[in-house]
């Protein structure tokens, strides 16, 4: 049987865990034979269906607290505790597992560096294991990527370590080729396999409207801000200009406020949500595809798996991206706006009662029947055929269950590995 590992760092929303699972989703449908392993510092993986063939192992949680800084997230300890903590969960599991592929979500050295002892491990002891960076299509700005990489030294580690990037997205949307000014090398390793559909809701459409007890004539309005930690304004903005509006213009209103939202913010968001009888409220989904289907109009945040979710289900939007600290989801927004997707506004420029105007508007517009710029959205089938092609049996050698001097395997400790396959200098443990 092959293995597959991935790694996701996870250490804010719910984006990269969704990702993540849908193409363990789709790997384990095109390859029923393969085992795969997810390696996740997500606070919310157990709240998800983890289909057979699939199981993890959850690391201790950090959160981000500024560009490329991370605290502890629940455990009273510091951050480099537990990146090392971290770091040693990593190499135990992939020494153990022995994947056949693993595939490293956004960043080369993983969060805190907390990848590099486990990727010169693969180098020097399983170096028949392909290693993919997997990127989705923005990550940020040019400027501030180009100065990130090059102070942490990826594009060296990317020449060295991995086998390919695989970028989630389209280069006629944004190409991280010339935007991000990679090597002859990097360009050569990169390939692009489209966006993410996203799988069909549980529940159809009508199901979910007679939930809400909302007539099919009815348009509803889905409120959304993916794991909602900083989706707050979001809902009070929403709020507000659904206060001052005529009733006439109160359309029927589902907001989803995410499971990282601080209890106090949703509680006072409830409360006054509940002055109108046409609002309704959920903490959390793990099934949001069902009630975007049910839902006329979207809007929602600028992350990477709600732009699939509204190119998935073609549904007229208004994006409000985040835009600090980094500008991934605004970029990615204006490149959408522009290719006529959906409709965006800048959150230094919400106000409540031009939100509802914008919804109203998209409430009388019709809804066209296909994307005015078709967007490639074959992601997952194309991915399961490349890793196919990894996994084909001159590509990746047999393993042997002992190997020769495995210091993790006969030390069961952390180590620092040399530099390639081969190396005789001694290993140094703590």
Not at 87 to 96: E, G, M, Q, Y
Not at 105 to 129: I, R
Not at 201 to 227: C, F, M, N, Q, Y
Not at 299 to 310: H, L, N, R, W
Request: hydrophobic share 40%.
């Amino acid at each position: 049987m092959k293995k597959i590992l991935f790694y996701s760092h996870d250490t804010y929303g719910l984006g990269n865990i969704r990702r993540t699972l849908s193409m363990c989703q789709s790997l384990i449908e095109a390859m029923p034979e393969v085992s795969i392993l997810v390696v996740s510092g997500s606070p919310m993986i157990h709240s998800f269906r983890i289909p057979e063939g699939i199981d993890y192992v959850k690391l201790p949680c950090l959160t981000r607290t500024e560009r490329d800084g991370y605290s502890a997230k629940f455990l009273d300890d510091d951050v480099e505790v537990l990146a090392k903590l971290r770091s040693d969960i990593i190499l135990c599991t992939v020494a153990n597992f022995k994947p056949d592929v693993v595939m490293v979500d956004k960043k080369p050295f993983g969060v805190q560096n907390e990848l590099k002892s486990t990727l010169a491990y693969l180098h020097e002891y399983l170096p028949q294991t392909k290693v993919t960076l997997i990127l989705r299509d923005i990550l940020d700005s040019p400027d501030t990527t180009q100065d990130v990489w090059a102070r942490q030294g990826y594009a060296a580690a990317i020449e060295k370590y991995y086998d390919e990037i695989s970028v989630l997205g389209s280069p006629e949307v944004f190409d991280p080729r010339e935007e991000y000014a990679f090597s002859p090398k990097l360009k050569a390793l990169t390939r692009f396999w489209g966006y993410i559909r996203r799988e069909p809701g549980l529940k159809g459409r009508a199901h979910v409207r007679g939930e809400l007890s909302i007539r099919p004539e009815d348009r509803l309005v889905l409120v959304t801000a993916g794991g909602g930690e900083d989706g707050t304004h979001i809902f009070d903005t929403y709020l507000e200009g659904y206060a001052q509006a005529p009733v006439a213009q109160r359309r029927h209103t589902l907001m989803i406020f995410g499971p990282d939202m601080p209890t106090e913010a949703r509680t006072r968001l409830e409360c006054w949500a509940a002055k109108f009888p046409r609002i309704h409220t959920l903490a959390f989904t793990d099934d949001l595809m069902s009630y975007m289907e049910a839902a006329d109009i979207v809007v929602a945040m600028g992350g990477y798996g709600t732009t699939c979710e509204i190119l998935t289900l073609n549904k007229p939007a208004i994006v409000i991206p985040r835009v600090e600290p980094v500008q991934e989801q605004w970029i990615r927004a204006q490149r959408m706006r522009e290719l006529g997707v959906f409709e965006v506004m800048h959150p230094e420029c919400l106000t409540g009662a031009a939100l509802l105007r914008a919804v109203y508007a998209l409430v009388r517009r019709p809804q066209p029947s296909e994307q005015v710029f078709p967007i490639n959205l074959n992601a997952l089938p194309r991915i399961s055929e490349n890793i196919k092609c990894l996994l084909r049996e001159d590509n990746v050698a047999t393993r042997e269950d002992s190997r020769v001097a495995d210091p993790v395997l006969a030390v069961g400790s952390h180590a620092e590995f040399g530099a390639g396959k081969g190396s005789k200098r001694e290993h140094e443990y703590c």
